[in-house]
């Protein structure tokens, strides 16, 4: 990875277990390789989140998965059904990933270069109310 990354993200993914480190740096890498311009920071107190004029996604570790929160307003496709929660909600959609459940890296990358274009051309809410 060569983007920058934030001291504080790599402090909260050392602190998790080593199966849930593995997966937040795939999707670490796997944001950092849709652009090079992604930016890391610390929201909610600790919660590590990747933006790109606008927010991209956020990383929470539960006891059993670990969520990614996609910021798409819910129009980015998603055609492998990769989405595990928050169908009808507003603003983000999750998917969770289970120690031991492999992680659809390929389109998990598509749903992040569709949300940072869709950043890029002012947000997915301005893309609701325009489209």
């Given at each position: ?6 001291p ?78 928050g ?14 459940e ?16 869709n ?13």
């Amino acid at each position: 990875m060569t983007s920058p990354t934030d001291p504080r993200v790599d402090a909260y993914i050392d602190g998790l277990p080593p199966w849930q480190q593995a997966v937040c740096r795939a999707v670490r890498d796997l944001v950092h390789a849709a652009d090079p311009d992604v930016a890391e920071t610390i929201k909610r107190t600790r919660q590590p989140y990747f933006v790109l004029d606008g927010n991209i996604c956020a990383l929470l570790a539960a006891k059993d998965h670990v969520n990614v929160f996609l910021y798409d307003g819910g129009i980015v496709p998603d055609p492998e059904g990769i989405i595990t929660g928050g169908h009808d909600n507003s603003t983000a959609r999750t998917v969770a990933v289970r120690r031991d459940e492999a992680l659809n890296a390929t389109a998990l990358a598509a749903m992040f270069r569709q949300i940072i274009a869709n950043n890029r051309a002012g947000g997915w809410r301005a893309l609701k109310r325009d489209g």
